[in-house]
């Protein structure tokens, strides 16, 4: 029998695992693999790309673009490069290579994990950027962020406990040919699914209250009301909140969010100034409403989207100016973090000054500067209650827009004033309404233009 040699590393991390399967396993068999090896739990979609073919689950094929039932197609051992994604929502790339074929020894049970580099991240926790976030708490955080990262998982993160040994006692179960059960519970050691952690143990309107805080910044008891109601079928009313606001705020202890008068509120808005600047920029937008599934992510404060937008600009850094992969990520999320707190682009252009990044030309400045400028329009910010300036602009103010006249004009007042087509002479009074002669006013700056 013939066995390949893979090594799986996620991508943007340094996260890997290598495993030794046999050549004729089914994609489907290695996504149980990965799952094991790794510390994933198995409780999100997934899909294979080769070579530009996608290799999934049809059952669960929304769009029609899975070109290969992933349950009954073997890999194809030639192609010695493809990707696999985990969770869509978060987005774990990862690159499975094939090193070597290799005669199996029969002594040995396949699969098996013979190398790999630390732990997993948690699941849900936002994907790439989300986890260098936990990373960043883990290392050099306050202890009151370690707190409320080890209240959430419900564990003590270690980013570096991994170990073969417990590696291949999770593969036991596919080595005996049983298959994994959809969340069932095998993970290492102490660790668990961060669902089972505190967090997740809230009541339903408590997880609603903190994700929508996190999401909004302030949210009015009013608007939790109406998007509860609208997403569940046990309706809650205005006063029943307010009952429960009186006698169960405890359950708000640990999290990031207070009950003032009406309000939800976020621990970053405590200060009053900063607190009335952001509801002046609030004021009369509306909400961005995401599906249930996807709002109760933002229970966790370690979750900003992933969007393809900031993978554009890390790719480009990584490409052309930033080769150490770390680096490339912490300025990525640094830039994230400006642009969310509605930082000037030239601030956000200095960051590559504090991380001695050298450009090439003045084009590649600009390029980045574009990439920053489309990152920064493409998050979710709390002025715009959850809506990105994007959304806000082709929603519900480009609608709006007057459309130019199609002949030109002259401003006048916030009124607008066709020039005639005709020709102006050099004695006439000039279009521009000063009251002077052509000739001694506009002619030569059209003639300049």
């Not at 073919?53 to 010695?80: C, H, R, V, W």
């Not at 209240?151 to 994994?180: H, I, T």
């Not at 991380?355 to 998050?379: G, K, P, R």
Request: with cysteine.
């Amino acid at each position: 029998m013939i066995i390949l040699q893979l090594k799986i590393s996620l991508d943007h991390t340094r996260v890997n695992r290598e495993v030794l399967v046999r050549k004729d396993i089914t994609y489907h068999e290695l996504h149980k693999v990965i799952q094991r090896v790794f510390g994933w739990e198995d409780y999100h979609l997934y899909e294979f790309n080769v070579e530009g073919d996608q290799i999934g689950d049809l059952e669960n094929d929304e769009f029609g673009s899975i070109t290969y039932e992933a349950m009954t197609t073997p890999i194809f051992s030639d192609k010695k490069k493809f990707s696999y994604e985990y969770d869509f929502g978060d987005g774990w790339e990862h690159t499975i290579r094939i090193v070597k074929e290799l005669e199996a020894d029969p002594a040995v049970d396949y699969p098996v994990c013979i190398g790999g580099k630390r732990a997993c991240p948690p699941e849900d926790c936002g994907g790439v950027y989300g986890y260098r976030e936990i990373l960043k708490t883990v290392s050099s955080g306050s202890a009151v962020k370690k707190e409320e990262l080890e209240e959430w998982l419900g564990y003590e993160f270690d980013p570096d406990d991994f170990s073969v040994e417990w590696a291949n006692e999770r593969l036991k179960d596919l080595v005996a040919g049983q298959s994994l059960m959809h969340g069932q519970d095998v993970m290492h050691g102490h660790q668990k699914s961060p669902t089972h952690g505190e967090f997740a143990e809230m009541s339903l309107l408590t997880r609603y209250i903190v994700a929508l805080t996190n999401l909004y910044g302030v949210l009015p008891e009013e608007e939790l009301v109406k998007i509860f109601n609208t997403q569940n079928e046990d309706q809650i009313s205005l006063d029943e909140l307010e009952s429960w606001a009186d006698n169960h705020s405890e359950e708000l202890y640990g999290t990031p969010v207070s009950s003032v008068s009406g309000l939800f509120i976020h621990e970053d808005l405590m200060d009053v100034d900063v607190f009335k600047d952001l509801m002046m920029k609030k004021a009369n937008k509306p909400y961005y409403v995401p599906e249930k599934e996807e709002l109760l992510k933002y229970v966790n404060p370690y979750y900003p989207e992933s969007t393809k937008e900031l993978d554009t600009l890390l790719d480009y850094i990584e490409k052309h100016l930033i080769s150490n992969e770390e680096d490339a990520l912490d300025i990525v999320e640094d830039i994230h973090d400006y642009c969310k707190n509605g930082v000037d682009m030239r601030s956000v252009m200095d960051l590559f000054n504090d991380y001695e990044v050298s450009f090439d030309s003045m084009e590649q400045v600009n390029e980045v500067l574009q990439l920053a400028t489309s990152v920064a329009n493409n998050i979710r910010i709390w002025e715009n209650n959850g809506y990105t300036p994007h959304e806000i602009f082709e929603k519900y103010e480009k609608p709006n827009m007057k459309p130019l006249p199609d002949k030109p004009f002259v401003y006048k007042g916030g009124e607008q004033t066709v020039v005639k087509g005709e020709k102006v002479g050099r004695n006439d009074p000039c279009p521009c309404g000063s009251g002077k002669k052509y000739k001694k006013c506009c002619l030569g700056k059209d003639l300049y233009h």
